[in-house]
C-alpha cells in the first residue's frame, strides 16, 4: 500500500473550515483514500473514503487530485470536539486489505 | 455498521503474568484485527485473526508472545504473555464487516484495552 504524508500538526479556529491535506504521489490505481481520527482515548473512528471522485458525508468532504497523487479532508465547521489526530490512509480494494496507520495530523481546534 | 466491545477495557498486571483481552463485535465480519498504541504513538498492527486458521502476524510479533483465537465470526482474543513493562500500551481491536459484493468497507475498533505491567 502507497505511503502517506501529513503535516504533523495543524490548528483551527472553531467554526471555522479545517482543511487537512495528505500527499499519497506513490497511489496506484486501485488504492482508495480513508480517513480515520482518533479523539483522545478513544479508539480510531472511520470518517471518510474514495476512489477519485470528491466524497461527502454527513462529517466531512474529502478533495482528492485528478492526478490522485494528493487529497484534503475538509471539515466544514470545526468544534472542539473535532479535536483529535486524523490519519489519511491508502489502501488497496477488497476487504482483506489491512490499514496501516502513519503518524497523522494532530488537529487543535481552538475557540 | 458494527459495534466492537473489549474487554477489560484496562488492566494492571504484574510483570512476567498474562493477559488475555477479549473482543465481541455485533454482527459477523470477515476480518478482525489487532493493534497496539504504545504511549504517544501512532497503532501499529499486530497481527490479522483469520477464523478457523492461525493468526497473520506483522514483522515483530510472534505468536508465543502475543497468541490469538477467532473462534467463530463474532469474536477473537488476543493473549499478551509473560507481560513486562515494555508491553505497556493500549490494545486495539478492528473488524471490517462482511461484504459479499468485494466493495471496500470500513473498519471499526473497539475503545482498548489499556495496560500497565507493574
Known amino acids: 500500500d502507497a505511503k502517506t504524508t501529513q503535516p504533523p500538526s495543524m490548528d483551527c479556529a472553531e467554526g471555522r473550515a479545517a482543511n487537512l491535506p495528505c500527499n499519497h504521489s506513490?497511489?496506484?490505481?486501485?488504492?482508495?483514500v480513508y480517513w480515520y481520527r482518533q479523539i483522545h482515548s478513544q479508539g480510531p473512528q472511520y470518517i471518510i473514503h474514495g476512489l477519485k471522485n470528491n466524497e461527502t458525508n454527513e462529517m466531512a468532504s474529502l478533495i482528492i487530485t485528478e492526478d490522485r497523487k494528493s487529497s484534503t479532508l475538509i471539515l466544514p465547521h470545526a468544534t472542539l470536539r473535532d479535536t483529535a489526530v486524523y490519519y489519511c490512509i491508502v489502501l488497496r480494494g477488497g476487504t482483506a486489505s489491512k490499514l496501516t496507520f502513519g503518524t497523522g495530523t494532530r488537529l487543535q481546534v481552538t475557540l | 455498521s458494527a459495534v466492537i466491545s473489549q474487554k477489560p477495557s484496562r488492566d494492571i498486571c504484574q510483570r512476567g503474568t498474562s493477559l488475555t483481552i477479549q473482543c465481541q463485535v455485533d454482527?459477523?465480519?470477515?476480518?478482525m484485527f489487532w493493534y497496539r498504541q504504545q504511549p504517544g504513538q501512532s497503532l501499529t498492527l499486530i497481527a490479522t485473526a483469520n477464523q478457523g486458521s492461525e493468526a497473520t502476524y506483522e514483522s515483530g510479533f510472534v505468536i508465543d508472545k502475543f497468541p490469538i483465537s477467532r473462534p467463530n465470526l463474532t469474536f477473537s482474543t488476543l493473549t499478551v504473555s509473560n507481560l513486562s513493562p515494555e508491553d505497556s500500551s493500549i490494545y486495539l481491536c478492528?473488524?471490517?464487516?462482511?461484504?459479499?459484493?468485494?466493495?471496500?468497507?470500513?473498519?471499526?475498533f473497539g475503545q482498548g484495552t489499556r495496560l500497565t505491567v507493574v
Open positions: 506513490t497511489i496506484s490505481g486501485n488504492e482508495y
Open positions: 454482527s459477523q465480519v470477515t476480518m
Open positions: 478492528s473488524a471490517r464487516p462482511a461484504d459479499y459484493l468485494l466493495m471496500n468497507t470500513e473498519a471499526f
